[in-house]
């Protein structure tokens, strides 16, 4: 469910209303008519295919697709079909569907084809810092950025008219920012274009080498085609300083750093982009020649500032603001002033100090996922992890991952690692089911092709948890959902042609370390299929809650290698160590910490003996 949406929120008609830059996008795509709308969930992007679903489906056929390629297919199916179509993917999924988006840019577009790509500057959720703008320089795809959520609605409309205009699809870049802050907008109508026949060009459709040779000089011109259209269409906009002002420093921008400008320097000149790529170079080099400076202020890579520079025009930017992390109005600041332009702050009192609580990230109480990174801590085996949020079982207390690079990787990283020959540990790769139906088939197809001496842990917990409880095809739901086919996940493990086989209960301490033994044991690919729904989605599961008797607690702390957070150090002492106690609050009753509890310390709350006064 997107931010604070709920169906009674989707008005469709016009008026002003409060929006996340996600529900605004997914407005703007509503607004533009389109007819189909795929994406697989990813932090920021996540809440604009679960908005677009608030929609009438007779309006749009929003759906999660298997991974983000896919999504991306999808839409450029639609696209082929003459409808407007839409793809929605956080930075790294475009990694995924870059494949199809090279080549959609030279065969272009017949309906509106509009990719929204939502990067996260400072990595809040993510595994690496990269710069969508230079992936779509790559592709020759225009990029649109929109620095707050009305432009984020308008923004979006508009890419489906340059998308048709230009012939090309156009990303739609969105941050963190941007997607979680909410802003008040207004709203339109819905577009209502007829759709159009499909363009039998196989020159034009069909990517062989000769048709792309052909091709290429055409996204090449479409580029300096785009570039004098955002001038002319008013998206590039000249802001310039107060009649009279004698500041001689001008600023170009774009996005969420034009408002964090903005408000550091109110009345500044500035350049705003509309569109990172294609540059107006034209108006760029006009607005250069009326100031003694200019500097570029952009998040992340200098992708504008050198952009502008190769074409010989005097910019600054990346000497006084970071190539990493998240821009802010007091980054932007001190940026300001390490270039000389505004003066260091005065001196005032000294700050309050105090002292943050550290709180480590944690697997939830009760999470299925626990007892598996025990037992193969317990194993000592060598654990390839991947995407999801079992990831965070490479802390303490459970310290039971070796690496994590990419989704899908872990399987393949194993495969690797045992065809090596230099590990003694047992190999194990630890797939969530989501990311496995994302990108893991076809690495354990590879295993099992190679015979490679691998056990395959498949973490099911029955929904996409890390993005926020989204169903995928082994839930047996849809976006909307309606029930659908679900997976059966051992069928589709034995069809690979692994032999070796079996699901387990991920409650049952005692088994899991059993038959993870047993499937360490066999030679080949083995697997494991855990079977617990997560705790929190997409309802938060609870229990009678457990307790610890005082008495019976002999501070051994075996209950703390869980990681749960629903237990914490006591203020009792045992043999110069704290006996532990259990937050009911927290406590869903998983009774995992009992199970655990050699002493039998660890009992159900309505069990444990009244205190007599």
């Known amino acids: ?65 298997i991974n983000e390629k896919v999504a991306l297919d999808t839409a450029i199916g639609a696209s082929f079909g003459g409808v407007r179509a839409f ?43 990269q710069d969508t703008r230079l992936f779509a320089r790559m592709a020759l795809v ?37 997607s979680h802050s909410r802003g008040k907008i207004w709203t339109g109508s819905r577009s209502t274009d007829e759709p159009k026949p499909f363009l039998e060009r196989p020159d034009k459709n069909v990517m062989i080498p000769a048709h792309a040779r052909a091709r290429h000089p055409v996204a090449l011109e479409r580029e300096r085609l785009i570039g004098d259209w955002l001038v002319e269409a008013g998206l590039t906009r000249r802001e310039d300083g107060p009649d009279g002002a004698t500041d001689r420093v001008g600023y170009i921008t774009a996005g969420p750093a034009y408002t964090y400008l903005r408000e550091i320097l109110p009345d500044a000149p500035v350049l705003k982009l509309g569109a990172s790529y294609p540059l107006p170079t034209g108006l760029i080099e006009e607005f250069v020649a009326s100031y003694d400076r200019v500097l570029v202020v952009e998040e992340l890579e200098g992708v504008i500032e050198e ?55 944690l697997l939830c109480a009760g999470c299925p996922h626990s007892t598996c990174y025990l037992a193969l801590r317990s194993a000592n085996a060598r654990v390839m992890g991947d995407i999801g949020c079992y990831t965070l079982a490479v802390v303490e207390p459970l310290s039971a991952i070796d690496t994590c690079v990419a989704m899908g990787s872990g399987i393949a990283n194993a495969a690797g690692l045992a065809k090596a020959g230099t590990e003694s540990k047992p190999i194990v790769a630890t797939i969530g089911d989501s990311t496995f139906m994302h990108s893991g088939i076809t690495p354990l197809i590879d295993a099992v092709y190679n015979n490679a001496n691998i056990t395959v842990f498949i973490l ?68 494991i299929i855990s079977d617990r729904p997560c705790v929190l989605d997409p309802v938060r599961i609870k229990g009678p809650a457990m307790t610890v008797v005082p008495d019976d607690c002999t501070a051994c702390q075996a209950c703390m290698n869980l990681g749960c957070p629903a237990i914490t150090w006591s203020d009792e002492w045992h043999d110069g160590r704290h006996r532990v106690e259990i937050d009911q609050t927290l406590c869903i009753g998983c009774s995992l910490c009992a199970q655990l509890c050699a002493p039998g310390g660890i009992i159900p709350a309505a069990d444990a003996p009244v205190a007599l006064s």
């Open 1 to 65: 469910m997107a931010f604070g949406a709920t169906d009674t929120d989707i008005a469709t008609e016009s008026e002003a209303r409060a929006m996340t830059g996600n529900e605004a996008i997914a407005r703007g795509v509503w607004e533009a008519g389109a007819k189909v709308a795929a994406a697989y969930p990813g932090t920021p992007s996540t809440e604009i295919l679960e908005a677009l679903a608030l929609y009438p489906e007779d309006d749009i056929a929003a759906q999660w697709s």
């Open 87 to 129: 793809a929605a993917m956080k930075h790294v999924g475009l990694n995924v569907a870059a494949d199809a988006l090279m080549s959609q840019s030279y065969i272009g577009a017949n309906g509106g084809l509009v990719i929204a790509v939502c990067d996260d500057p400072g990595i809040h959720s993510s595994q690496n810092e």
């Open 142 to 178: 225009p990029v649109l950025e929109p620095s707050d959520q009305q432009e984020a609605l308008d923004y979006t409309r508009l890419a489906f008219e340059v998308s048709e205009r230009f012939d090309t699809p156009v990303i739609l870049r969105g941050s963190t920012r941007l």
């Open 307 to 361: 952009s502008v520079r190769v074409r010989g025009i005097a910019v600054e930017g990346k000497a006084y603001f970071p190539r990493t992390g998240e821009l802010s109005p007091e980054m932007v600041r001190a940026g300001l002033v390490a270039a000389g332009v505004l003066a260091p702050p005065e001196k005032t009192e000294a700050p309050i100090e105090f002292e943050p609580l550290i709180r480590p990230p």
């Open 460 to 527: 099911d917990n029955h929904i996409t948890a890390m993005t926020g409880g989204q169903d995928h095809p082994g839930t047996g739901k849809t976006l909307r959902g309606k029930e659908t086919h679900k997976v059966d996940y051992e069928a589709l493990v034995r069809a690979i042609g692994v032999t070796w086989v079996q699901q387990i209960d991920s409650y049952d301490v005692a088994n899991v370390q059993r038959v993870l033994g047993d499937a360490i044991d066999h030679r080949g690919v083995s697997v």
